[in-house]
């Protein structure tokens, strides 16, 4: 439901922003926008902005946000500025005189209903970081069909949703350490419960029907 919230309020988003800044927009689509040299580079940009001239300088992306949360210029989530630079990257590809375009995001916040936006200049340097660590992935995983190492509990649960029979493995000393660990803990908690449904009691009697 949020993410279709999100879709029926990115027109309403736009126009904000349109009339606040006095940008023209052209809305890409469904379009999906591919690097000038890597096929596998690809992003739609909500918005494409424009001063109302044909010089591609004055071009940039727009990427809009909605969301349940309260941000203001300074703390607006990292993903968002990383994501707004790919496209901004993919875009800039394809026009090599746009070196100074200027980018942007903007975003409505659902429960304040605070409407704001905020510039960004394009960062060349951490594109390129991207596009290396996505060509690696792509090259790695994507072309070999070959799911990438997990890198938390919820990646191992995708990889292996189930244990391979008669399959074992030797403890490691880190292994038993980290088992041990784990006893301990569940201990701890075994007896903050008791602890806390005592404590529950405690307070029921006293509270009675107060």
């Known amino acids: ?24 927009l052209i809305n890409p689509g469904n379009h999906v926008m591919k690097h000038k040299t890597h096929d596998w580079c690809i992003g739609t940009p909500d918005r494409i902005t424009h001063k109302g001239n044909e010089d591609p300088a004055t071009v940039g992306v727009l990427e809009i946000k909605t969301t349940g949360q309260s941000f203001d210029i300074s703390t607006i989530p990292p993903y968002w500025f990383t994501q707004a630079n790919w496209y901004a990257g993919i875009y800039r590809s394809n026009y090599s005189q746009s070196s100074c375009m200027q980018n942007y995001i903007a975003w409505f916040e659902r429960v304040t209903g605070h409407f704001d936006s905020v510039p960004l200049d394009f960062d060349p340097s951490f594109f390129q970081y991207m596009v290396d660590q996505a060509g690696q992935f792509w090259e790695n995983y994507v072309l070999k069909d070959t799911p990438p190492p997990p890198v938390n509990s919820d990646d191992v649960l995708r990889l292996y949703p189930k244990h391979l029979t008669g399959k074992t493995i030797e403890a490691s000393r880190e292994l038993i350490e980290i088992i041990e660990r784990l006893h301990d803990a569940n201990a701890r908690l075994k007896e903050a419960k008791q602890a806390k449904d005592e404590i529950d009691e405690k307070i029921k009697f006293i509270m009675c029907d107060a």
């Open 1 to 24: 439901d949020l993410t279709r919230s999100g879709h029926r309020l990115e027109p309403v988003v736009a126009d904000w922003f349109a009339e606040a800044t006095g940008l023209q």
